[in-house]
């Protein structure tokens, strides 16, 4: 890789050595030749996970590609000669520009070249490569098979190592930076931008890659509720506001949440019932966010504790990494090294209002006992 003059986040070249080895593990376990790994700009960073993992590199915009053979040197097609040069400084894989941007045309030379046209070939992932890339290369390479290997990316990502923790408690730093400014900005009178633009500035500032995907409204209860609109409006705050956000930094590809509401003066009781159930749903899956439980099982006790309460709970976890919110299956093992989310979205339907989304929230990594919390701001309401 070519020396910079500025510094950005990136990992060791031994993290790659890790995850190449693991990745041609669990592809000898599925007696699979060769990966073909699409990535697109989309969902902040989402739809590009998987070459990021691979190759240290986040695209810019449209989509680009990786082939993964199991014997043989990786190869990542840019889009341009601007994202060829931009590649080359990080990549950890060598990279082509692509000719004409025919990708089709690009991957089935690479995969003849191996000589891998009659081998199986997977795909990480489906969700990502768009449909004509699939059938051009159905098309291009008739005697190859082609198989969903999603699993595989998605198998060795749900664990982070050391190095990519450290990521993820920056990010953990870097939301509280936010969280601080916004609290600072928010004031009766104050226009509803400045209060999202002190917080989105103080992230960049810390080093948080721009933008960030933080989900921020304002007004008073129930008429707004927690229904988030991303970004400010044009209103002022006004006594009676309730501010709720989504602080969601990326620091190197790793995301973390933060919600912690902020109320310009006395809540409504209302409001205030809705936030204690909450912190009930909060505690009781930091109690259970342990090795060896389920997300299912998880999920499941909060919803019925959320339902003795005459609420509904949507969603208690996500699992952040590379993307905003990675699927996983809901029989997923927890495992020390995993990381979520852990905010309640509950809505109140008894009433036909359907108020709800997310009151407070923490970032916590799985460990052998008692998760870690990734926030060191306090567990509680803010009143100005």
Known sequence: MKKMAWEIALFPIEEKMRRHKAICELMAFRKIDCLLIPGTHSNYGAGRANIRYVSNYAQWYDDEYITFPLEGEPLLFAWSSAHYDWATRISWIPVKLSSERDYIKDIAHEIKRLGLETKILGIVDMRVMPAFTYVG????????????????????RLVKSPKELDFVRKAG????????????????????????????????????????????????W?????????????????????????????????????????????????????????????????????????????????????????????????????????????????????????HPWTEFPMDKREVGGHIIGDTLIVRDGAPEHLSQIPFQLFKK
């Open 137 to 156: 290369l159905i098309k291009e390479l008739p005697h190859a098979t082609f198989v969903d290997a999603t699993d595989i990316l998605l198998t060795l």
């Open 173 to 220: 730093e870097i939301a509280d930076i936010g969280f601080k400014a916004m609290l600072e900005a928010a004031e009766v009178g104050a226009p509803d931008r400045n209060v999202w633009t002190a917080c989105e500035s103080a992230l960049v500032r810390a080093g948080a890659e721009p933008p960030s995907f933080t989900l921020y409204c304002s007004g008073p």
């Open 222 to 342: 129930p008429e707004k509720g927690v229904g988030f609109v991303y970004g400010p409006m044009d209103r002022r705050l006004e006594k009676g506001d309730i501010i709720f956000n989504e602080i969601t930094p990326c620091y190197g590809g790793y995301w973390i949440q933060l919600c912690r509401a902020i109320v310009l003066g006395e809540p409504s009781d209302d409001f205030k019932r809705a936030y204690e159930v909450q912190v009930e749903v909060y505690r009781l899956a930091e109690e259970e966010l342990r090795k060896g439980n389920t997300v299912f099982e998880l999920e499941k006790k909060a919803q019925e504790l959320a339902a003795k309460k005459g609420y509904y709970l949507k969603i208690t976890l996500q699992h952040m990494g590379l993307q905003i919110t990675e699927r996983i299956p809901a029989n997923t093992i927890l495992r020390p090294g995993m990381y979520f989310v852990n």
